[in-house]
């Protein structure tokens, strides 16, 4: 049988398969998977509660429930000083279905998209799938920033697109006020979109700022994908948004309906109150965490750049002559500690420490991570 070439060009996701590798080889402690280790906050599973209760289990508009929009709209104003009305915001099925949905509305065959990598895994599969072309913007000789001279050199006439992830995964980084100017510099001559995947940006360990989204100027050209599942502890509810222009919306709301419909109806009005849930008790406990592993890992003679944001660190391991997935396979096999190989980033050299689960976990984990990285320098002596 024949299949989609499109679909048959692309391979699972390296990061699951990593994970999923780890298990079989009995990994005892996983720093994998970027998955909030805390509970769903009651007041968002008692909304859900009521909302079935009140028997809210029939089709819910494609856009998503009104009410919930209606809060949304109301969220960021006070969030990122941007104003968007109800019918410039679309629910739906987590983040990463608004992010192909946007993709899918924008990219032609042979357009290019521009990640600045390390980059989420997603991005280069479903570009691929729209028969578009992924361009890499290798930000890791500038601290994970975008630099102008780095963003001319991939910049084309078949740019379509730019992916800013902010903070980023999985280095945790927060693009700086010069990176977006960068990035706006270029936006402004050029008949090309950003897609901005900012769904840490209420995980933050300093003072936040808006992101790109705060260029209203470009208010046509940008894009905004949000999701419940990282601030509120929601992974398995698989709620998000989409925010932009009223003519993309048209667009990606017939990608949206093909493709799903519509988001779970009770889920909405349960988000209604997940949006009036201070994340501040969650990211303190990250801070705390990823103030050790820091601190851990600087101690172990790591290169690394301490995260500003989300729930990632982002150790360089080049120094030990050995690929990235060499590296992370061994520590598994050998130590039993499972992270993942930066080469799932398009950041050959790293490995990815998720810190989204227990002091407990990560103090053992460090600990053994400890003991192979010493004896690895004593090989490489």
């Given amino acids: 049988m024949k299949f989609n070439e499109q679909v048959t060009r692309i391979e699972p996701s390296p990061l699951r398969a990593f994970n999923d590798m780890a298990h079989k080889e009995g990994a005892e402690l996983f720093l994998t998977l970027g998955e909030p280790d805390f509970h769903t906050p009651q007041q968002v599973k008692d909304a859900c509660g009521v909302a079935l209760e009140n028997n809210k289990t029939f089709y819910a508009p494609t856009m998503g429930v009104a009410e919930l929009r209606r809060e949304i709209s109301a969220f960021e104003k006070q969030l990122n ?5 109800e019918n410039e915001i679309m629910i739906t099925t987590g983040s990463t279905e608004a992010i192909m949905s946007a993709l899918f509305a924008v990219v032609n065959e042979g357009d290019e998209v521009i990640v600045p990598v390390p980059a989420f895994s997603m991005y280069k599969p479903v570009i691929e799938l729209c028969k578009g072309r992924y361009v890499e913007l290798n930000t890791a000789p500038d601290n994970f920033q975008i630099t102008e001279k780095a963003l001319a050199s991939v910049v084309s006439d078949k740019t379509k697109a730019i992916i800013l992830t902010s903070p980023n995964n999985p280095t945790g980084t927060i693009l700086d006020e010069k990176s977006l100017l960068n990035v706006y510099e270029q936006v402004k001559k050029r008949d090309m979109f950003v897609i901005c995947d900012e769904c840490y940006n209420q995980l933050v360990y300093n003072e936040r ?3 790109f989204v705060r260029f209203q100027d470009l208010r046509e050209k940008i894009v905004y994908c949000q999701s419940f599942s990282k601030p509120y502890a929601m992974t398995g509810w698989r709620l998000g948004y989409m925010m932009a222009s009223k003519e993309f919306i048209e667009q990606a709301f017939k ?11 009770f889920i909405q009005y349960a988000a209604i109150e997940a949006l009036r849930f201070d994340p ?3 990211v303190e406990e990250y801070r705390k965490r990823r103030d050790y592993c820091y601190d851990r890992l600087v101690a172990m ?11 990632y660190i982002m150790p360089n391991i080049s120094k030990f002559g050995m690929s990235s997935m060499e590296f992370c396979t061994r520590l598994v096999k050998e130590c039993k500690v499972a992270v993942i190989p930066g080469v799932c980033f398009s950041a050959e050299g790293y490995m990815r420490i998720g810190y989204c689960v227990s002091m407990d976990t990560i103090v053992k984990a460090l600990d053994r991570l400890e003991k192979f990285v010493a004896g690895l320098e004593k090989k490489c002596a």
Wanted: a negative charge; one cysteine or more; hydrophobic letters at 35%.
């Fill in 209 to 211: 700022r808006p992101g």
């Fill in 301 to 311: 003679g790591l290169d690394v750049v301490k995260p500003e944001g989300a729930f």
């Fill in 255 to 265: 990608v949206h309906q093909y493709t799903t419909v519509c988001a779970n109806t």
């Fill in 280 to 282: 501040a008790p969650f």
């Fill in 81 to 85: 000083g941007v104003d968007y009305d």
